[in-house]
């Protein structure tokens, strides 16, 4: 069966400070691969999704970027922190388009940042 | 723009009951429909689809409605339990990689 990891599952940083985090997925192969950010009281935002080792679509602008460099590694990073980067971010995959059950998307246990 | 509407903030029913929560979308290319259940600090979890192709889907105690005329969608859960209490997002996808969720609905089952 296939298992998706997030870590750290808590982070607070500074304001300026860089930001990793990682994403990892297990049990399955050529997933596709997504960022969120849920901000307080709010839905789901979809930052960047990934179909393959590095390509990398972004989907709102803004000071996080993300790079996939192995087929199952997802990862988010920021150069200096904002305060309004807090928030919890999840991670999920799904299978790649063309298989079965391609809509459907499966969500890490997802890390809460804090930024001070 | 939210193209994935929950108007209901929060519900509350009582155990045994019946637990309907609603969806509104505006996009007409949107051709399949998710449920997921998310419990605090933690990430979401699958519960339900359907594809716009059908207007009912069945799974166990959760069943979801597809209004396509409307363009609305919902979740019933019969019984309701305790264990249901969580917060519900409505999803939609257009057939590409992009999943467009709703704000949520807290719903509370009370024993």
């Known amino acids: 069966s296939q298992t998706i990891h997030q870590w750290p599952a808590t982070l607070v940083q500074p304001v300026g400070s860089p930001l990793s985090l990682e994403c990892t997925v297990e049990?399955?192969?050529?997933?596709?691969l997504y960022w969120y950010r849920q901000a307080a009281g709010r839905g789901l935002q979809l930052l960047f999704y990934?179909?393959?080792?590095?390509?990398i679509s972004s989907e709102v602008p803004q000071n996080l970027s993300a790079s996939r460099p192995q087929d199952r590694q997802f990862i988010l990073s920021s150069k200096k922190l904002l305060l309004s980067d807090s928030g919890f971010y999840l991670c999920?995959?799904?299978?790649?388009?063309?298989?079965?059950?391609?809509?459907?998307?499966?969500f890490g246990p997802g890390t809460r940042l804090t930024v001070t | 723009d939210q193209q994935v509407k929950q108007n209901s903030p929060s519900l509350s029913v009582q155990e045994g009951r019946i637990s309907i929560l609603n969806c509104d979308y505006t996009?007409?290319?949107?051709?399949?429909f998710l449920w997921y259940k998310k419990y605090p600090a933690e990430g979401p979890t699958f519960l339900i689809s359907?594809?716009?192709?059908?207007d009912k889907n069945e799974d166990g105690r959760f069943t979801v409605f597809l209004n396509k005329s409307a363009k609305h969608l919902s979740l019933h859960i019969v019984p309701s339990q305790p264990g249901d209490s969580a917060v519900y997002f409505c999803?939609?996808?257009?057939?590409?990689?992009?999943?467009?969720f709703g704000t949520g609905t807290r719903l509370t089952v009370i024993p």
């Open positions: 999920a995959w799904s299978p790649p388009v063309g298989r079965n059950r391609a809509y459907e998307q499966y």
């Open positions: 049990g399955t192969s050529n997933p596709n």
């Open positions: 990934s179909v393959g080792i590095g390509q």
């Open positions: 996009n007409s290319m949107f051709d399949y």
């Open positions: 359907i594809s716009s192709i059908k």
């Open positions: 999803a939609a996808s257009p057939g590409a990689n992009n999943l467009f």
